[in-house]
């Protein structure tokens, strides 16, 4: 697999642990040492992909900004980001593109060669989906399961997936068969992901000491 795939970033996440219903903002739009939390992730994906595609749903404009095309669940409900990885699926069968790398918007520090090494390992295990991973001091190898590379052929699968009931990416894709892509790391977890205000405030530390 020598072709880069598309991107999708899931930024459809309604950030209730974050105040959104407080300020208006989605998840993605919080500010980051001095930049959304979004553009972050766009300017850490897009060299790594060859287009890229925001997963979101409600008004596209408040999206203007960033110069991308908005893609949004095709179906109803806000099931989560399953969905989200189906429409940029559907949106990837409509570039012509054969495989898809999603990241989610509130996870701003994963890793710059993310692509690279999920190629790699779709290459070497021969699976339709590779998931990023990771080993935690205490709990030992863990799946990020919304850090993956989806062939388009597990399109329609999802979909009858989605309309059955399933919600659950990592559950999901162990049952229709995946493989992992390991990332390890001795400072920052590139797979810190901003849930809280809390978290917010130790992402602005970790943002200034990489600036340092």
Known sequence: MSQKPVGVILAGGQARRMGRSKNGLDKGLFDLGGQTMLLRVVRRLQPQ????????????????????????????????????????????????????????????????????????SARLQKQPIVLAASHDPQKGLMRHPVFGLWAVTVRQDLRQALAGGVRKVGQWAETYGCSSAVFDYQAIDPFFNVNTMDDLAMANTLVRDEEV
């Not at 408040?62 to 399953?82: A, C, H, K, M």
């Not at 570039?95 to 994963?110: E, L, N, R």
């Open 49 to 120: 992909v060859q287009s890229l595609v925001i997963s979101a749903n409600g008004d596209p404009a408040r999206f203007n900004d960033f110069g991308l095309e908005v893609t949004e669940d095709s179906i109803q409900g806000y099931l989560g980001p399953l969905a989200g990885i189906l429409a940029g699926l559907d949106w990837a069968v409509n570039k012509g593109a054969t495989h898809v790398v999603s990241v989610a918007v509130d996870t701003p520090f994963f890793p710059c060669d993310l692509v690279v090494e999920l190629q790699k």
